[in-house]
């Protein structure tokens, strides 16, 4: 099992997306790092349900959302790519999915999690403190 997490983790990946952003003077929109945030795990249902890996589901769906919200061209692009690579980051070339990926993993309170007992991380990958 892994964590279930709601909306409150969509925002937790958004803040720590954006601090990251200032600290490393990344200069990405806000706009794009909480568009990637609010829409990464939109499809995580899927997964439950019928086992599609909710990073290719959830770019597919939020090329229309985000279409529908203004991103257009290379943004929305980018925000597909991000959406697609956040659970598992195939290149270090691309700086704006790497920051999407560091900020999901970073915002995993593993701590609080009352599924940690039988959690299918293994104890190494689980976040034991708050970092951000």
Not at 92 to 104: G, I, Q, V
């Amino acid at each position: 099992m892994f964590c279930k997490h709601d909306l409150n983790h969509s925002i937790d990946v958004a803040r720590i997306a954006y601090i990251l952003n200032l600290e490393d003077q990344l200069d990405y929109d806000k706009e794009l790092i909480y568009a990637v945030a609010l829409l990464h795990d939109i499809t995580k249902w899927r997964q439950y349900e019928d086992g599609t890996p909710h990073n290719i589901s959830a770019a597919e769906v939020s090329d229309i959302i985000l279409g529908s919200c203004g991103f257009h061209g290379k943004e929305k692009e980018m925000c597909k790519n991000a959406i697609s690579k956040h659970r598992k980051l195939e290149s270090e070339n691309d700086s704006f999915a790497e920051l999407m990926y560091k900020a999901d993993k970073l915002s995993r309170f593993c701590f609080f999690c009352k599924a940690k007992n039988i959690c299918n991380w293994s104890p190494e990958k689980m976040n034991k403190n708050l970092i951000y």
